[in-house]
């Protein structure tokens, strides 16, 4: 049985301020939720105080990205190290935002993904087509080269760590959501894909989460075919209500 995972990514919004104040409120609601796991994504500048908040709380803090490298002359960039300072557990990569304005490849993805790895955080893979990408009836091969090329060489026993986010990209923050039936076969797909790679035992443990325009009033049919193993939520995310009752619908 694969425990839910429902992480909100903040993205670039949330002053330190703002980003207490949620953390908080969503804090009231969640902090001992023990049948879905919870995580937090707030920008760089938030996570020590998002942190704070949750400290003693089940639930977790995650970044929204993360260096491939240890240290050095790598200007902007952030660390593990600098990370786990913070008690960041999660770090979401290859978001979709990201492989489009920062021209972040699946070779540098796959990078990032093994240095969390090896630093014993949880990385978050996001993978996922463009609309002209599912018009040509081409989003299991590009969705598949994702995959195969964001977790190569990730041994059979990391998947019980690392997080697959299934996010079309025609539905992030377009308020058009997958259907059910459309989620679902991409997930139990990816799961193939897995399977393929390093085993069964890896693929019924790893998770895999939607997203893209999430909201409570879509979570619980998502929430309930057997591939979708949780949320990756944008928008929905910046407002303690709307992610508190996503979570609920997990539960
Ligand atoms: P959305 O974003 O929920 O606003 O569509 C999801 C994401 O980009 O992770």
Known sequence: MRKKIIAGNWKMNKTVQDAVELANAIKLDLAGCKEVDVVLCPPFTALKAVSDVVSETLISVGAQNMSSEDDGAYTGEI????????FVRYVILGHSERREYYKETDLWINKKMKKALEKNLRPILCVGEKLEVREAGETESVVEEQVREGLKDIPAAAYTELVIAYEPVW???TGKTASSEQAQEVHAFIRGIVKDMVGKDAADAVRIQYGGSMKPANAGELLAQPDIDGGLIGGAALEARSFVDIVKAGI
């Open 79 to 86: 660390s593990h190290t600098m990370l786990k300072e913070l």
């Open 171 to 173: 539905a992030i923050g």
